[in-house]
């Protein structure tokens, strides 16, 4: 049984399709990566290894959409069965990645430039709430100062009354 690439293309594609709107059946081995997709072989339900890795890419010209497509229903029925997205960027955060020497001093002043700024800044602020504090704590001395100026006129004006009410002819002192 011979079937052109867009055949197999197309057969997976329906299948996938139809497992995307009623689910995997129990006990079916399905591919979770499109390189699966590719070898997977299960003549019982009419898929056909696709031997050629050239041509089974998103970027073809002739199957690429259709190849983006799959991909998009493998990654809805990972999702679904709550696995992992079958993409490169999965398995490309299992390694370490190398950067050159001049990149990471490049990143590396970078942030120090960002941090550089960011200290600037919040030494900044800094300055001016400590200025805004100094103000409030001045102005709490000098309102301090005039209270206790207003305490001693109003003593002094209370001692004056006395003294006035008691030198006013047919008055008692009276307690205020």
């Given amino acids: 049984m011979v079937q052109s690439l867009s055949t197999r293309i197309a057969a ?7 497992w995307n709107k009623n689910g995997v059946p129990p006990g079916v081995d399905r591919p979770r990566s499109l390189n699966t997709v ?3 072989n299960d003549p ?13 890419t998103t970027t073809d010209p002739d199957v ?8 998009r229903l493998i990654d809805a029925l990972n999702a679904k069965e709550g696995g992992q997205k079958a993409s490169s960027a999965t398995r490309k955060t299992s390694k370490r990645p190398y950067k050159p020497e001049k990149i990471r ?11 550089r700024r960011e200290l600037s800044k919040v030494t900044g602020q ?17 309102l301090e100062t005039i209270n206790s ?19 006013l002819p047919g008055t008692r002192p009276r307690k205020v």
């Fill in 126 to 142: 800094w300055h001016e709430v400590r200025y805004h504090l100094e103000e409030k704590e001045k102005k709490a001395r000098y």
């Fill in 38 to 40: 590719r070898i997977w």
């Fill in 12 to 18: 997976r594609l329906e299948l996938l399709e139809k």
């Fill in 149 to 167: 100026e207003l305490h001693d006129t109003i003593k002094e004006l209370n001692e004056r009354i006395q003294w006035l009410l008691r030198h």
């Fill in 64 to 71: 690429g959409v259709q190849v983006k497509k799959i991909k």
């Fill in 105 to 115: 001093r490049l990143e590396a002043e970078s942030e120090t430039e960002c941090l």
């Fill in 44 to 56: 019982a339900i009419g898929i056909l290894a696709i031997g050629s890795k050239t041509k089974f």
